[in-house]
């Protein structure tokens, strides 16, 4: 790590709030990753007449133990638990025996059922754990968000680069069309654009990124146009340099340091109007784990307060630690904090 980054890093640091705040996103996102293994329906080990298997990495026949069908062993049918326990066998479950869209047809009310041992966050209205829904609509939520924003940096770091670099009429041009496209309402053309096609996950993304680029083009510009005329630019462009190489080898390091700062800022815009989509029902296909589709069981059913106040309290913590951590970059990367000394 080079001294400036050292100083950097330290700078964060000594932002303890957004400190604290990264190590807790990251544990938790870390966490949701291994959703399968904290939340299914599937046991995570079962040992069958001394022999081992992993149901929740590879799906075995009902035959294998000891069943009459070839279809894919159903593990919370009492009788293929009577079948492995009768062969002095066993099932090791995961914390939370329920996947995203397992349905417990066990509930003692009808759904959506209030917390209680078996579903610690209660049910939603098709009586699915509450709590599995979570996880794995905090997951996708983060790697969609985490997607958007990679690719539309990419796109606006590009575009931006380009203007700032060249100016002239491109500049002139490009700035032009930047504030019509940014000028669109975003949300009611995805409202739009969603209710004539079934969206999924990589198509939502797609039609986001085309929209959601525009978001760094002013600050890596703004950097481009200051740097274009300095001294080691103009060097470079003496010894003969492409512009390409002197564009992104030697300019746009310096411009990702402001260009960073936003990084966390429009990771929680994309989250947020993931969860917009969602609850407005034109997100991600009807079924999908989402924090989103959850406060819109919430409005839906209020007499089952569980359901938003859940999924409020994730969304709302989850958006806060990316605030936090947003303030720390920003701090980090500022020099008056990072080489004026501790405030």
Partial sequence: MTPINERRWASFKRNRRGYWALWIFGILFGLSLFAEFIANERPLLVQYKN?????????????VFGGFFETPTDYRDPYVQ????????????????YSENTINRNIPVPAPAPPSWDNVLGTDDQARDVAARIIYGFRISVLFGLLLTLFASVIGVWAGAIQGYFGGKIDLYAQRFVEIWSGLPELFLLIILSSIVTPNFWWLLGIMVIFRWVTLV????????????FDYVRAARALGLGNGRIMFRHVLPNAMVATLTFMPFILNGSIATLTSLD???FGLPPGSASLGELLKQGKNNLQAPWLGISSFLVLAFMLSLLIFIGEAVRDAFDPRKTFGGRK
């Fill in 82 to 97: 009577d079948l492995i326990k009768a062969e002095g066998g066993w099932l090791v479950w995961p914390l939370i025996p």
């Fill in 218 to 229: 002013d600050v890596v510009r703004a950097e481009f146009l200051r740097a274009r005329n």
């Fill in 279 to 281: 609850f407005l029902g």
């Fill in 51 to 63: 022999e081992l298997y992993v149901p929740v990495l590879r799906d075995y026949p009902e035959t």
